[in-house]
C-alpha cells in the first residue's frame, strides 16, 4: 500500500489543495437555506459541484505521473499498473469519502435540516464514485493538464446548470428536461429532491444505483488507456 | 517607442490563446444560449424579461477574469520564461509591462463586447443604452487587469497570484449574491452593495434603463475612483518588481 500512503500525502501536498480539500467542504455546512428551492440547504446542493471539482484536481495527480514520464519509470519497477491505478481511486475515494462525511456529519451538528442524513451520506459516495470515474476518463484523453482542468471546468458548470443543481429542473422547457437524464448531475439533484420530499428507499436505492453504473462505465473507459 | 513594434504581436498571441477564448468567450455563450431557453418568456414583477439581468450580470461577471491574461503573459515574459531576453532587449521594460496591461483590458473588452453582441444579434435581447453598458466593461476590463497586476507584482509565487485572482472573481460574483443569499449583515450588505464591482457597474445599467442618469454615474464613478486608487499602487509595486 506505498503507492495508496503517497498518493494520500501528495493529494494534501500544496498549499492551494490543502485549502481547497479542507475548506470547501467546511463551507457547504454553514451556506443558508433557500425558500422552496434548493431541497435541501444551497451548501448541500453545491457540494456535489465540489465533488466535480476536487475529483478532478486529484485525478491530475495521476495526469502529471503520465505526462512527466513517471508512468514509464513505474513500468520497469515490480508494481502492476493494475495496483497503481487501484491505490490511487481508493486514495483518492477515501478523501472523498472522508469530505462526504465531514459536511453529512458537520451539518447533523450545526443543526441544518438533512431529512434522512445516511441516505445522503450514500448518494454522496456514489455520486464522489461517478465524479471519479468522469474524471480519469477525462484526463485519459488530454496531454496538457491546464488545458483538461479548465476544459473539465467549463463543462462542469454547463452540467451542473443542465442538470438541476443551479436551477430547478421545474421550470426547463420539456426538451431540455428529457436531454437532462443523461447527465450524472441530473441524478445528483434527483437524488436531493428524493431525500427531501422523503421518497420511499427504493428510489434511493435507484438513484444510487444509477449513479454507481456512471461510475462503473467511465471507469472503463478510463482505465483502458495505460502508459504513453 | 519600440514598444509600439511588440504590441502588434501581443495582440496575435492573446488571439490565439484558445483557452481564454474557450472560458470567456464560449463558455459565456454556451450559459446564455442555455439560460434564454430556460428563461425565455420569463418576466419579473415590474414586467422585465428575467433574461435580460442575467445576461447583464454574466457579460460583466466574466470581466472580472479578464486579467487573468495580463497576469500570465506579464509572469511569463517579465519574471519567468521570457525574463532573461526581455532584459537584454532594447526597450523600456516598464512600458512593455504597460502595454500588455492595456492590450489585455482591451481584449477582455472585445470579447465583453463580442457577447453582448451575440446576446443582439442571435438571442434578440434589447440593450437599454448600448454605450453606457460598454462604458461599464470597459471599466470592469481595466479594473480586473491593473488588480491582477497588483497580485503579480505584489505576490512572490505565481500561482499563489493565480489563485488570489480566482478569488478576486469567485469572490465577487459570491458576494454579489448570485449563487445563494448572503447573511444579513453590515459588512455583506456593503460588499452586495456599493463595495462590489459588479453589483456597482450592474447597478448603473439598470439605473439608465429606468432613466436615473445621477445614480447611474454615481455608481459608475465609483468603480472609476477605485481604477484611480488601484492604479498608482499598481505603479508602485510594479516599479519595485521590475527593477
Redesign the interface.
Known amino acids: 500500500m506505498t503507492i495508496f500512503y503517497f498518493t494520500l500525502k501528495r493529494s494534501f501536498a500544496n498549499l492551494a489543495n490543502l485549502i481547497f480539500l479542507t475548506a470547501a467542504p467546511i463551507a457547504c455546512i454553514f451556506l443558508p437555506a433557500g425558500e422552496g428551492w434548493p431541497p435541501l440547504a444551497y451548501g448541500y446542493a453545491y457540494f456535489g459541484i465540489v465533488i466535480l471539482f476536487v475529483a478532478i484536481r486529484l485525478a491530475q495527480i495521476m495526469m502529471e505521473d503520465r505526462v512527466k514520464g513517471i508512468l514509464k519509470r513505474l513500468s520497469v519497477a515490480p508494481v502492476r499498473y493494475f495496483s497503481y491505478l487501484g491505490q490511487h481511486l481508493l486514495a483518492y475515494a477515501v478523501i472523498l469519502i472522508l469530505q462526504s462525511a465531514v459536511v453529512v456529519l458537520g451539518g447533523w451538528i450545526a443543526g441544518q435540516e438533512l431529512h434522512r442524513p445516511w441516505a445522503l451520506f450514500a448518494l454522496y459516495v456514489s455520486f464522489s464514485f461517478a465524479a471519479l470515474a468522469m474524471a480519469l476518463a477525462w484526463i485519459s484523453v488530454f496531454r496538457s493538464k491546464d488545458a483538461a482542468f479548465l476544459f473539465y471546468m467549463s463543462l462542469i458548470v454547463l452540467a451542473a446548470l443542465l442538470g438541476g443543481i443551479i436551477l430547478p429542473l421545474e421550470i426547463f422547457p420539456d426538451l431540455l428536461r428529457r436531454i437532462a437524464v443523461i447527465l450524472p448531475t441530473f441524478w445528483f439533484a434527483e437524488g436531493l429532491k428524493s431525500i427531501a420530499s422523503a421518497q420511499p428507499f427504493a428510489d434511493n436505492v435507484r438513484i444510487n444505483a444509477t449513479l454507481c453504473l456512471y461510475a462503473l462505465v467511465f471507469l472503463v473507459l478510463g482505465s483502458t488507456r495505460r502508459m504513453q | 517607442m519600440r514598444v509600439l513594434s511588440t504590441v502588434r504581436f501581443t495582440l496575435l498571441r492573446l488571439m490565439r490563446n484558445y483557452?481564454v477564448l474557450?472560458?470567456l468567450l464560449?463558455?459565456p455563450i454556451?450559459?446564455l444560449t442555455?439560460?434564454s431557453?430556460?428563461?425565455?418568456g420569463?418576466v419579473d414583477e415590474a414586467g422585465r424579461p428575467y433574461f435580460d439581468q442575467t445576461a447583464l450580470t454574466m457579460v460583466l461577471a466574466f470581466q472580472l477574469f479578464g486579467g487573468s491574461t495580463v497576469m500570465s503573459y506579464l509572469n511569463e515574459d517579465l519574471f519567468a520564461r521570457n525574463r532573461e531576453r526581455m532584459t537584454v532587449a532594447p526597450f523600456n521594460r516598464t512600458l512593455y509591462a504597460f502595454s500588455i496591461l492595456l492590450a489585455g483590458s482591451a481584449f477582455s473588452f472585445l470579447l465583453g463586447a463580442a457577447i453582448m453582441a451575440y446576446t443582439r444579434l442571435v438571442l434578440g435581447l434589447v440593450w437599454a443604452n448600448w454605450g453606457w453598458t460598454l462604458y461599464l466593461i470597459a471599466l470592469m476590463a481595466v479594473l480586473s487587469s491593473i488588480v491582477c497586476v497588483i497580485f503579480v507584482c505584489g505576490v512572490k509565487s505565481f500561482?499563489?497570484a493565480e489563485?488570489l485572482s480566482e478569488v478576486y472573481g469567485v469572490g465577487f460574483v459570491l458576494l454579489a449574491g448570485l449563487?445563494?443569499?448572503m447573511?444579513q449583515h453590515a459588512v455583506f450588505e456593503f460588499m452586495g452593495s456599493y463595495g462590489n464591482p459588479l453589483t456597482l457597474s450592474v447597478g448603473a445599467v439598470r439605473a439608465v434603463e429606468i432613466g436615473n442618469w445621477n445614480e447611474a454615474w454615481f455608481q459608475a464613478n465609483i468603480v472609476l475612483a477605485a481604477i484611480g486608487f488601484l492604479f498608482p499602487v499598481m505603479l508602485v509595486m510594479g516599479r519595485r518588481r521590475l527593477r
Open positions: 483557452i474557450l472560458l464560449a463558455v454556451a450559459l442555455v439560460f431557453v430556460i428563461l425565455s420569463m500561482s499563489t489563485r449563487f445563494f443569499p447573511p
